[in-house]
């Protein structure tokens, strides 16, 4: 049986999952005003322009569809290119494309070339609606010229266990690619881009969102190479990348379009949904149920097992007779270095709970740590729940729980103690989330 923590940890989850959906994201800022009245994040379009779609990302599904149900038989056609976790079938005129993520394979290699020939020849006098979300980089990795899908392959595998944030990991691939970092918006021959976003990077950056294809890319070939550096892949990187970046630091390869750019001044930028709605109405939906509440903000960075440890103690020091949720949100980053399975929101959930146990903290405390698009890592969960006391560690050892941390399986671990949590897709993506509860009982 659940605990009353545990069961309201993950009703407030569902409602700020709820408020960020990515379809109810497009329908807040697409409005049909009137017949022939459309309104794109409070900008009029022309009744003469028909819109075309390229909905990209593991929200592309919902997102194309709220935006079809809104601009009805104006809709000229789209694009829908996501994963396969994410996919469901889309009515005309919409092609559906599926993709690898978080590893690029040949079938977004395909869909991204397709994307960009399409975009190049859609009507000047029309417009065209850029549905973006997470994954996107991944899900349309069409290699730059000059190099090939098999070595995208290696360095998004090496990038993604190197423990690289995701504007460094982000910095690298624009640079490989034929599409991120402002290619996209640069080949559309439309006069207008309207660019929607769910932003799931720290500080929403539109730039490192999907990559940025439709924005300046304030990053250079010398960016991309400090972090290849910085995170020690300079001797494991491919060859053709590692050369291909070095030509373009000297110049020899065109730099990415950059803020400014002429290209791009056809781009209306913006973005729909973010962390911190998450996290209001995380804090809106504990109100509701009589309890205090308090937004820690985009605090979740650094090595996940890290901020795990400090969440936890900083719970476990605080003093309150009465129930308060603690909300935080952000992105960290796992260091691979061993062969388990996991991600970054079970791996913090796992350091704390030994945390707890580490310090022998009493009951009262419960955290729920997930990624809001409901996969963590290569899993199928979207994250851990752990709690305080004598059960933090549910039946194993503090001794196996910490082999399994040492061995980056966090999720081996939850699935033997139960404290997995699974979503399902849920059409949204805006970095993690994590909710800590004390029932206001003495915990030390």
Not at 58 to 77: H, I, N, P, Q, Y
Not at 280 to 289: G, L, T, V, Y
Not at 297 to 311: D, K, P, Q, S, V
Request: glycine share 14%.
């Amino acid at each position: 049986m659940k605990s009353s923590s545990r069961a309201m940890l993950e009703a407030v989850l569902a409602e700020s999952l709820a408020a960020v959906h990515g379809g109810r994201a497009v329908l807040q800022s697409v409005k049909s005003l009137a017949p022939g009245e459309i309104e794109i994040g409070g900008r009029l379009v022309p009744p003469s322009a028909g819109f075309w779609v390229a909905a990209l990302g593991k929200a592309a599904v919902s997102m194309a569809e709220a935006f079809a149900s809104t601009v009805g038989d104006r809709l000229r056609g789209g694009w829908a290119i996501t994963g396969d976790a994410y996919s469901r079938p889309l009515p005309s005129p919409f092609i559906l494309r599926q993709s690898g993520h978080p590893v690029p394979d040949q079938r977004g290699e395909a869909a991204a070339a397709g994307l960009i020939d399409w975009v190049a020849r859609l009507p000047e006098e029309d417009v065209l609606v850029v549905l973006l979300s997470g994954g996107a980089s991944a899900m349309t990795s069409l290699p730059a010229p000059g190099l090939g899908l098999s070595e995208l392959i290696e360095t998004t595998r090496l990038l993604l266990a190197s423990g690289a944030d995701i504007h460094s990991m982000n910095a690298v691939r624009k640079h490989c690619s034929g599409i991120a970092g402002g290619r996209l918006g640069r080949a559309a021959s439309c006069h207008r881009v309207e660019l929607l976003a769910l932003s799931d990077v720290p500080g929403d950056a539109l730039p490192t969102i999907g990559s940025g294809p439709c924005t300046g890319d304030p990053t250079t070939f010398s960016d991309a190479l400090a972090g290849v550096e910085q995170f020690g892949l300079a001797a494991r990187l491919p060859s053709g990348v590692l050369a291909y970046l070095e030509a373009g630091n000297r110049g020899e390869v065109p730099e990415s379009p950059g803020p400014g750019d002429p290209s791009l001044a056809k781009v209306r930028p913006g973005i729909v949904a973010r962390n911190a709605d998450a996290r209001r109405c995380a804090i809106k939906a504990a109100e509701a149920r009589g309890e205090r509440a308090l937004d820690l903000g985009e605090i979740l960075t650094g090595e996940a097992r890290t901020m795990g440890r400090r969440l936890a103690a900083m719970a476990g020091s605080v003093r309150i007779n009465e129930p308060i949720l603690l909300v935080a949100g952000g992105e960290t980053v796992v260091t691979v270095r061993g062969s388990g399975r996991g991600g970054r929101s079970q791996e913090l959930a796992l350091a704390a709970a030994l945390e707890w146990e580490r310090s022998g903290a009493g009951r009262g405390m419960a955290m729920l740590a997930v990624g809001t698009d409901g996969a963590d890592g290569p899993t199928d969960a979207a994250g851990a729940i752990v709690e305080s006391g004598k059960g933090a560690l549910g039946a194993a050892s503090r001794e196996y729980a910490q082999a399994r941390l040492d061995e980056n399986d966090s999720y081996g671990f939850f699935a033997q103690t139960g404290g997995l949590v699974r979503t399902g897709a849920t059409d949204t993506n805006v970095m993690d989330l994590v909710l800590i509860r004390l029932d206001g009982s003495p915990h030390a």
